[in-house]
């Protein structure tokens, strides 16, 4: 049976269930919201003479529970017009609509009870055939299916997706006693190509696979901690991107998350995971138990580990909790010597070898943290799964890691992580000592572009499934290499396409990388049919390295800095007009340069989680990579006869003043940085690379023709620029902006107007580069300027001088 989701039911409206919703509704899909009927009328609805039975009261907790999620940051939505596709109702008046669904999805309150009687409702109305699952995080499978009808069990598993649901890509699929293979291979692939998921089937043990290591991970942190005598500050410096995770690491993250879930789970765990080796590090410490007395729960409370706050000057400032003493003090900073050895290492994975010989607290630390992980993850094989990859991806997917407890154990290596198990006391599976004694030293590798695993019941290296829909950059780096130099590599990605992969810090446009860049389309010119310029890093790239300007600026070395504009002018221009196709694949952070070079190539194949804007404002300066022309152009080209074209102008004029930045590829539409009919989007990052290299390929053999420069860009001259020197004139005087800013801005509509030409007039390409970076230079002669460059790199933060 070939299975088609067009439809969804979503039953509970909190905040997983919104969020799933949303996410739903982000992929195309037409949602159905449903929760329960209010049991007593609120205030506003006594006041206006409402009752229990008009519709507006009846559908009030749902409709408002939406809202809210929609207004949240970050939003679960890619694009405020996506919510239309979500449709609401409640579970008496509108529970016969899930006939006509394709998946109902459960989502009520964490109890058997409510969710047994909420499925014997369901099966009333449910068409056979129809998928049924629950996002439960913990209730077993098995006990909510019991007394369904047979269809019902066959079609019905757990899904559990990770809150928030856009964000975090962890979809847990658990099969109950009855479950049909075809429906979790169905759910598996649907996962993973539609909702953009790393899709994980677990067993049905309680917390399943992420939550299960990821909740260990942290408790077992709040002992380490205790032990060492640490604070919650030199926790979250060792826990965040230092390590490959989330900037709010371990404590911050427990406040956004709620200390109350990390205690619901911790509970459940220790409850029911009798036969746990370790199960006593899910008993609460007491600090745990006072904050949950206090109700410091994190953000939801207002306050948890941290706690926002004013001090006597009347400066805002974050406190942080002593758990000694269990009151707020400063912030105290956290330095270790082991962390100044890894400065130059900017590959994470080769920095866990490096912290764990650390002679000091750090080192300590990370061999007593690594050891707890290392030792508890082999043991839960094959108790919560029997592959060991799988718990890398659901630890990576579901918590935002970037390395899982088996990849950081061949990062450190594998003699080490034993000792390191060893040294607390503990001990590892039988399996890794089996797997040791056959002289396997690793639980990866890497054969032929392809990623394989130790597979336990073989005893042997096995491939890791799911891996034909994926190009991995790390698999294929150095045997498919063309060309490399400090700022990029260039691979061979096979079918006669290149891609040309950044390699500096935060992915930095500066002159290794525009050198590596023309390389790449020397070498497709000559030996290729096309060109990608992608990435696998966190950001496509967060622009040009205003270090390397800010040093040319104070040394008055124009000449120099207008060479190096031009050059990467030039650059971005071969990439709209080479011989080959040219595919840009933006993900993340694509800002500034980043953002220009995306907008130069033939096509836009971006993740949906892409943050694309152009910002060079906040440093003082204009975009002089061609971003101020290629705006120019744009606007040009959407002029229709009729239209008031300087309002058209100005809306692209706004993009560039305002530094506006897309919260998703969809709204990159909206900000005309992508263009619609020409880019694509895909959900799931993972198939960015391949999906970019299918369109590439798929150009060159439609007979890709390189196209001519352009010289018919209309401009409006002082008619527009008249307009925009009032507009910033007026501006100031009410002090929306600053002097400096109108300086910034009055370049920029010199530049988008075409300068001071007298009457509307068609000009080229090049002449709009001329002036882009006549501007651009003169911007970085002003004090102001450099003032604000130095301050974003001192503090990465805009000045407003």
């Given at each position: 049976?070939?299975?088609?989701i ?5 039953i509970?409206?909190?905040?997983m269930?919104?969020g799933?919703?949303c ?36 559908n ?47 989502v ?24 049924i699952t ?5 209730i ?20 559990h997706?990770?809150?928030?649901a ?7 699929i ?44 942290i408790?077992s ?11 919650i500050?030199e ?5 965040g ?10 404590f911050?993250?427990?406040?956004v ?14 409850e ?19 904050m ?13 580990f ?7 000057e009347g ?12 009151e707020?003090?400063?912030k ?16 994470v ?12 607290k ?11 992980l290392?030792?508890?993850?082999s043991?839960r094989?094959?108790e ?30 594998l003699?080490?992580?034993?000792e ?12 890794v ?7 396997i ?6 054969k ?22 994926f190009?991995?950059l ?11 130099n400090?700022?990029?590599v ?15 810090k ?8 525009i050198?590596?860049?023309n ?6 010119e ?8 992608g ?15 800010f ?55 971006a ?5 694309i ?11 002089g990579?061609?971003g ?11 002029f ?16 560039i ?7 998703s ?10 263009q ?27 007979g ?12 409006l001259?002082?008619?527009a620029?008249?307009?925009?020197l ?11 902006i600053?002097e ?25 390409e090049?002449?709009?580069?001329d ?5 651009f230079?003169?911007l970085?002669?002003e ?19």
């Amino acid at each position: 049976m070939k299975r088609h989701i067009n439809k969804v039911a979503v039953i509970g409206s909190g905040i997983m269930g919104s969020g799933i919703a949303c996410h739903f509704a982000n992929i195309g899909v037409e949602v159905l919201l449903l929760d329960i009927v209010p049991r007593e009328l609120n205030d506003k609805e006594k006041a206006k003479g409402l009752s229990l039975n008009d519709k507006v009261v009846r559908n009030r907790l749902v409709n408002e529970a939406l809202t809210k999620a929609l207004r949240s940051k970050p939003s679960p939505i890619y694009h405020k017009n996506f919510a239309k596709r979500i449709s609401t109702g409640n579970l008496e008046d509108d529970i016969a609509k899930v006939k006509n669904v394709d998946w109902i999805i459960e989502v009520v309150v964490e109890r058997l009870d409510i969710k047994k009687q909420v499925f014997e409702n369901l099966e009333k109305h449910r068409t056979p055939g129809t998928l049924i699952t629950s996002n439960t995080s913990g209730i077993p499978i098995k006990f909510m299916s019991e007394g369904r009808s047979d269809d019902f069990q066959k079609h019905f598993c757990g899904t559990h997706f990770f809150n928030p649901a856009r964000y975090l890509k962890l979809f847990e699929i658990i099969p109950g006693p009855k479950t049909d293979q075809s429906v979790l291979d169905f759910l598996n692939g649907y996962g993973e190509q539609y909702l953009g998921k790393t899709s994980v089937v677990a067993k049905d043990t309680p917390a399943f696979i992420g939550n299960r290591i990821g909740t260990f991970g942290i408790f077992s942190l709040f002992h380490a901690m205790k032990e060492l005598g640490m604070t919650i500050e030199e926790v979250d410096k060792l826990t965040g991107p230092l390590i490959g995770r989330p900037k709010s690491a371990t404590f911050r993250t427990v406040d956004v998350v709620g200390l109350d879930t990390l205690v619901h789970v911790g509970n459940g765990l220790y409850e029911n995971c009798k036969d746990d080796e370790r199960r006593d590090v899910f008993k609460m410490p007491e600090f745990i138990n006072t904050m949950m007395e206090n109700k410091w729960l994190g953000s939801k409370t207002g306050q948890g580990f941290y706690k926002k706050s004013v001090n006597a000057e009347g400066k805002k400032e974050i406190l942080s909790l002593d758990l000694d003493t269990l009151e707020y003090r400063s912030k105290k900073s956290a330095k270790f010597a082991t962390l100044e050895l890894t400065k130059s290492i900017d590959n994470v994975a080769d920095r866990f070898s490096v912290l764990s010989d650390g002679k000091d607290k750090a080192g300590e630390f990370f061999r007593k943290s690594f050891g707890a992980l290392f030792s508890y993850a082999s043991l839960r094989i094959p108790e919560i799964t029997d592959e060991l990859f799988k718990i890398d991806d659901a630890t990576c997917a579901g918590f935002g890691w970037e390395h899982g407890p088996f990849q950081i154990w061949d990062a450190v290596g594998l003699d080490k992580g034993i000792e390191f198990v060893e040294a607390e006391g503990l001990k590892v599976a039988d399996w890794v000592m089996d797997m040791k004694a056959a002289g396997i030293e690793s639980f990866y590798t890497v054969k032929d572009g392809a990623s394989y695993y130790y597979d336990i019941p073989s005893k042997k290296m096995e491939k890791i499934p799911g891996q034909d829909s994926f190009i991995i950059l790390d698999n294929i780096r150095k045997s498919n290499e063309v060309f490399k130099n400090a700022g990029v590599v260039v691979e061979d990605l096979g079918d006669g396409i290149l891609n040309v992969e950044f390699q500096s810090k935060m992915n930095t446009i500066g002159a290794d990388v525009i050198t590596g860049l023309n390389k790449a389309i020397d070498i497709a010119e000559k030996d290729f049919q096309g060109l990608v310029v992608g990435n696998q890093a966190a950001n496509f790239s967060v622009g040009a390295n205003i270090g390397m300007i800010f040093m040319m600026a104070v040394e008055q070395e124009y000449d120099e800095l207008n060479m190096a504009i031009k050059m990467f002018q030039d650059t971005v221009m071969r990439l709209r007009y080479s011989s080959i196709p040219t595919v840009a694949a933006p993900h993340g952070m694509s800002l500034g340069g980043g953002c220009e070079i995306t907008m130069h190539a033939d096509k836009v194949v971006a993740a949906a989680e892409s943050y694309i804007g152009l910002v060079e404002f906040g440093v003082g300066v204009i975009p002089g990579g061609g971003g101020s022309k290629e705006m120019a152009m744009r606007a040009s080209d959407s002029f229709r006869p009729g239209d008031v074209e300087l309002n058209i102008l100005q809306e692209y004029f706004l993009t560039i003043g305002m530094a506006k930045v897309s919260t998703s590829a969809y709204e990159a539409f909206d900000l005309g940085i992508l263009q619609k009919g020409k880019d694509v989007i895909v959900v799931n990052k993972d198939r960015q690379i391949a999906t970019a290299k299918a369109y590439a390929k798929l150009m060159a053999e439609q007979g890709y023709t390189q196209p001519p420069a352009r010289r018919d860009v209309k401009v409006l001259g002082k008619q527009a620029l008249g307009m925009f020197l009032v507009g910033t004139d007026s501006m100031e005087a009410s002090n929306y902006i600053s002097e400096h800013d109108k300086k910034i801005a009055n370049k920029l509509a010199y530049v988008m107007a075409g300068g001071d030409l007298s009457e509307p007039s068609y000009v080229s390409e090049q002449y709009l580069l001329d002036i882009e970076r006549e501007a651009f230079l003169s911007l970085c002669g002003e004090r102001k300027t450099l003032e604000r460059i130095e301050h974003m790199l001192k503090t990465g933060k805009p000045l407003r001088n």
